[in-house]
Each structure stands twice: as C-alpha cells, then as structure tokens.
C-alpha cells in the first residue's frame, strides 16, 4: 500500500503510515528513514530560511524511491513465497521462481542490481 501524495495540507506521513511494504528484503525501516531525512531537511530549510519549497515537494521527493523498493520486495516475495501452490499455475510459478533465482548467480549484472537493492544504494 502506498497513499499518494504522502501530505495534505500540513500532515505529511513517514514511514509506515505512508507505505506498507511485503515483508521480504526488510525494507520497511530503510524506507520509514529515507522518508524521516527528506522530512527533517525541509522543516529544517523551512523553519531557518522560510523556504517551503522542500516541504511542497516531499511526496514527489520519497515516491519514486518507495515505489522502487516496492517493486523489489514486491519481486522477492512473489520469488521466494509464491511459488510452487497446488494451483495449476503453481509449478509454472516454482520453475519461474527457480529461473529467477539462478540469474542471481550465472549473471554478474543481475547480482550487482540485486546487492544494489539489498544495500539500498539503487
Ligand atoms: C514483525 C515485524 C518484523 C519486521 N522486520 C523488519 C526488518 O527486519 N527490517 C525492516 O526494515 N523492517 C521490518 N519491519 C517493518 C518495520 O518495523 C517498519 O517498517 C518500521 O518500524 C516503520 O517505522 P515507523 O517509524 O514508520 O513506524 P513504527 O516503528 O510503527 O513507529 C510508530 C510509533 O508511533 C507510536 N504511535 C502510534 N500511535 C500513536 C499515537 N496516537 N500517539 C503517539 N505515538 C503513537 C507507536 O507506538 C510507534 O512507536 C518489521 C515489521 C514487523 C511488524
């Protein structure tokens, strides 16, 4: 789940009443102080310089970061829990799954964008 925009008016959201992201790749807290420094840099410029343009932006500023990161815990969670069901597509799912996972290992390119995401620098 992700409200957009992350304010209205004078409440903005941080964290985890912004975003609720599946629970694989452990991003929630990663996410919830991304969201926390892009908050404090603007009412920090805000409240020295009377400069509210930070504030007027910070929904577009953290979405595009959070929707990144949704879409890798989103993946790894699909790839490490929703594979292999009884259902008919559930064997189509565990050989994609297993595909998936492989490429992290035979593609150099593939594992770096994988550490890049692991370590939140992507
Ligand atoms: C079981 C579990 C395991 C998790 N494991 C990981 C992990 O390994 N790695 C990871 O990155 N993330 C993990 N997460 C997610 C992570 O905990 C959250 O994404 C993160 O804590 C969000 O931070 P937050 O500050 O937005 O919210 P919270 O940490 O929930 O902080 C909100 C605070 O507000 C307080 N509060 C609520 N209502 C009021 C009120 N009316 N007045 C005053 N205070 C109030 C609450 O008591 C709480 O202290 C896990 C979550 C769960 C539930």
């Not at 492989?102 to 770096?112: L, T, V, Y």
Request: hydrophobic letters at 40%.
């Amino acid at each position: 789940m992700v409200f957009d925009p992350m304010s209205h008016g004078k409440l903005y959201l941080l964290g985890d009443a912004a975003h609720i992201v599946p629970p694989m790749s452990a991003k929630g807290i990663h996410l919830a102080l991304h969201d926390a420094e892009v908050f404090a840099r603007a009412v920090i410029r805000h409240a020295t310089e009377g400069d509210s343009r930070l504030l007027d932006t910070y929904s577009e500023t953290c979405l595009p970061h959070i929707w990144n990161y949704q879409a890798f815990a989103t993946w790894i969670t699909d790839t490490m829990h929703n594979a292999g069901s009884a259902l008919p597509e559930g064997d189509f799912k565990k050989r994609i799954a297993r595909a998936e996972l492989q490429r992290q290992f035979a593609s150099e390119s593939a594992n770096k964008l994988f550490s890049e995401l692991t370590a939140g620098t992507n």
